[in-house]
């Protein structure tokens, strides 16, 4: 299995083949290309989890502009926080959600009623019924994927090691 159909563990599975094709490193590539604004859903203030690592990540290496989501925060990074995706001002483009499968199918439809383009399930998270679901409602959806992983990669942000080294490389940049 190819690492661009791997179906992490706790997955949710359709019952009928599945009909959602994951997209490629150059739809990858694209789609943060066109991508304005990130909404983080699940965002955490505690700097040991994953989606305060990609909020610092996106804040300080993108142009991105970031709004986070989680009823519990006020504040996160020196932003506000909002209790919904319903609240943040705008319509968002990107949703990259940090939450337990349980919850997506509900995640997924603020998404839709929100207006946004892609639906982004990060690294574990694979829910092929919400998926499809979005995918219906017009959304670009990628599941289990990190979307700091996949901007620094196309931003010559990665090595081999999966770090920056610093060292200077002659490999052109990618525009994500």
């Given at each position: 299995?190819?690492?661009?159909?791997?179906?992490?563990?706790?997955?949710?599975?359709?019952?009928?083949?599945?009909?959602?094709?994951?997209?490629?490193?150059?739809?990858?590539l694209a789609l943060l290309s066109r991508t304005k604004s990130v909404t983080i859903v699940g965002a955490?203030?505690?700097?040991?989890?994953?989606?305060?690592?990609?909020?610092?990540?996106?804040?300080?290496?993108?142009?991105?502009?970031?709004?986070?989501?989680?009823?519990?925060?006020?504040?996160?990074?020196?932003?506000?926080?909002?209790?919904?995706?319903?609240?943040?001002?705008?319509?968002?483009?990107?949703?990259?959600?940090?939450?337990?499968?349980?919850?997506?199918?509900?995640?997924?439809?603020?998404?839709?009623?929100?207006?946004?383009?892609?639906?982004?399930?990060?690294?574990?998270?694979?829910?092929?019924?919400?998926?499809?679901?979005?995918?219906?409602?017009?959304?670009?959806?990628?599941?289990?994927?990190?979307?700091?992983?996949?901007?620094?990669?196309?931003?010559?942000?990665?090595?081999?090691?999966?770090?920056?080294?610093?060292?200077?490389?002659?490999?052109?940049?990618?525009?994500?």
């Amino acid at each position: 299995m190819s690492l661009e159909t791997t179906v992490p563990a706790g997955a949710v599975r359709s019952e009928s083949p599945l009909s959602w094709s994951p997209p490629t490193a150059r739809e990858r590539l694209a789609l943060l290309s066109r991508t304005k604004s990130v909404t983080i859903v699940g965002a955490s203030d505690n700097p040991a989890r994953p989606s305060y690592f990609v909020a610092t990540y996106l804040l300080s290496s993108s142009e991105y502009e970031v709004h986070f989501v989680n009823p519990r925060l006020s504040t996160l990074l020196g932003r506000p926080v909002y209790p919904s995706l319903a609240d943040v001002p705008g319509e968002p483009d990107l949703v990259s959600v940090f939450r337990k499968h349980s919850d997506l199918p509900e995640v997924a439809e603020e998404v839709i009623k929100a207006g946004a383009r892609t639906l982004w399930l990060q690294l574990g998270l694979w829910h092929e019924p919400v998926a499809q679901r979005a995918s219906e409602a017009g959304l670009d959806v990628v599941m289990n994927r990190c979307v700091k992983i996949e901007h620094a990669r196309f931003a010559g942000g990665l090595h081999l090691a999966g770090f920056n080294t610093g060292v200077i490389s002659s490999r052109r940049r990618l525009k994500p």
